[in-house]
């Protein structure tokens, strides 16, 4: 970072946010449950008080807070990533969230109407002090500190650079723009299949349940969250943008106690999404759905599920995931994951809070996988010794995959769950329409199956979220098939045309 370019920015937002008020004590600080104790530790404080340990404790609600307590805290906030960007790790990824506009998304979403909301307050000096923040945190980042896990860092910049120049200057910011995802959206409005229940999504841009695709490469499924979002899922699906959990730093490295690769990240990341889980229920108003990411996410969901109650699984996958450390040549917990949360695998991983299984074996449906030539040889074969159901590809093509699809959730109703997770690996479709996966296989799901049995599974009264795993962008370079599958995943959750 330019020293001279740094100095400048910081003084610049010290006069600027010299006398900007304090947030009331008495409305709302934060919209988001996890930022709720920030009030209590901060008010009173001036902004210039505020330490680069508070700053750093308190790093991911700078994209939550209220609009006066947005504007008041965000020059602490600008100030820290630029005079100690080491101590406030990722603070410097969230700001620019925090600053920019969605990519690619209309303002009609609601981490821009939000956005929107936050900048009216503030006054040209203000924008102007942002506007030097920004090339002076460029300046440093580049190539240098923004994690892999926000990928589109550098048109982030330069949204962000425009909507601030908008703000100083004055110009009425776009509240409302009418086009082809609010048109589409519309014409959908009348076929949702859940019209009284409201969809929030979660971004865990995760490639810790993979290995390397190559030395010193990262799997590409961390961009997955962002490139999905841009081809317009969320906007489509009209769902509420929850945010985005941070994951730790990907490492290729296999830990000697477990034989798993990125154990200790993955423990965390579970955590993380476990706590949005059960956050989120009762699950009769609320449908969760989870974009990633590798197939590694399903460990947190199943946690999370596990602390509120009994529930279900149906596992549409190419492949059932039922490896263990033992059997694994990758050592990756991607294709352990179902293995993990129905209590087969370390205890670090299956027995977390004391609650071994997530699921019952007995509760479990696979759905669609294709990866079984021979019961002998199969890699996986330990789960032919469980009380795993198993619909495999070829038999819900025999009887017809809507039909397959209805057989599985009358399995699960049998059983008497009140309801059940549905986990989305992209490889089960053929690899023919989705190659963009880390082991893809002929003969997979169509667009048209796929919606099929989602609407079965979606429209059952029994589907409390889902996750979608395994799309990798780096292999989709010109995101032609991120768009398709993100038309085939809308048109699920909607009742087909009459």
Request: with cysteine; charged share 20%; aromatic share 10%.
């Amino acid at each position: 970072m330019s020293e001279e370019l740094r100095a400048q920015a910081v003084a610049q937002i010290e006069a600027a946010f010299a006398e900007t008020p304090a947030p009331s004590p008495e409305g709302d600080w934060h919209t988001f449950y996890e930022c709720a104790d920030l009030k209590a530790e901060w008010q009173g404080q001036h902004w210039r008080d505020l330490t680069t340990e508070m700053i750093f404790n308190w790093r991911d609600c700078v994209t939550n807070l209220a609009p006066e307590a947005f504007r008041f805290y965000l020059p602490a906030f600008m100030i820290h990533s630029l005079l100690h960007p080491h101590e406030v790790d990722t603070l410097l990824d969230s700001i620019l969230v925090a600053l920019a506009p969605s990519s690619g998304q209309p303002f009609s979403t609601h981490h821009n109407r939000k956005l929107v909301a936050n900048a009216s307050i503030f006054t040209s000096a203000e924008a102007e002090a942002v506007l030097a923040f920004l090339p002076a945190l460029k300046s440093w980042a580049d190539g240098v500190t923004f994690s892999p896990y926000y990928p589109y860092a550098e048109v982030g910049h330069k949204s962000a650079l425009r909507f601030w120049e908008a703000v100083r200057d004055k110009i009425t910011l776009p509240v409302e723009i009418d086009t082809s995802y609010d048109q589409r959206r519309a014409a959908l409005h009348s076929r949702r299949i859940f019209t009284d229940k409201q969809i929030t999504a979660f971004r865990v841009p995760t490639p810790l349940g993979l290995r390397p695709p190559a030395p010193d490469r990262i799997p590409g499924t961390y961009k997955a969250p962002d490139a999905l979002m841009n081809a317009g899922l969320l906007v489509m699906l009209n769902a509420m943008d929850g945010g985005r959990i941070e994951v730790d730093p990907y490492s290729p490295d296999i830990e000697p106690e477990t034989n798993v690769r990125n154990r200790r990240g993955l423990c965390r990341q579970s955590w993380f999404i476990a706590q949005m889980v059960e956050s989120l229920t009762p699950v009769d108003v609320n449908f969760q759905l989870l974009i990633g990411g590798d197939c590694s996410l399903l460990i947190g969901a199943a946690l999370g599920l596990k602390r509120v109650g009994r529930y279900g699984l149906i596992f549409m996958d190419g492949h059932t995931d039922f490896q263990t450390p033992e059997t694994s040549a990758s050592k990756a917990a991607a294709g352990m994951d179902l293995a993990l949360v129905t209590g087969y695998g370390p205890d670090a991983l299956t027995n977390m809070e004391g609650l071994k299984p997530y699921i019952r074996e007995s509760d479990v449906v696979v759905f669609g996988n294709r990866d079984i030539e021979d019961r002998e040889t199969y890699y996986a074969k330990a789960i032919f010794e469980t009380d795993i159901s198993m619909i495999t590809l070829d038999y819900a093509r025999q009887v017809g995959v809507e039909m397959a699809a209805q057989q599985a959730v009358e399995l699960l109703r049998q059983r008497g769950v009140p309801g059940f997770w549905i986990h989305l690996d992209a490889d089960v479709l053929d690899s023919a329409i989705m190659p963009a996966v880390d082991s893809p296989m002929p003969g997979g799901l169509s667009y048209a199956e796929l919606i099929a049995a989602l609407r079965v599974f979606l429209s059952s009264g029994l589907a409390v979220g889902m996750e979608i795993t395994i799309y990798d962008p780096d292999l989709d370079p010109d995101g032609s098939i991120a768009r398709a599958y993100v038309d085939a995943l809308v048109e699920a959750f909607h009742y087909a045309t009459p």
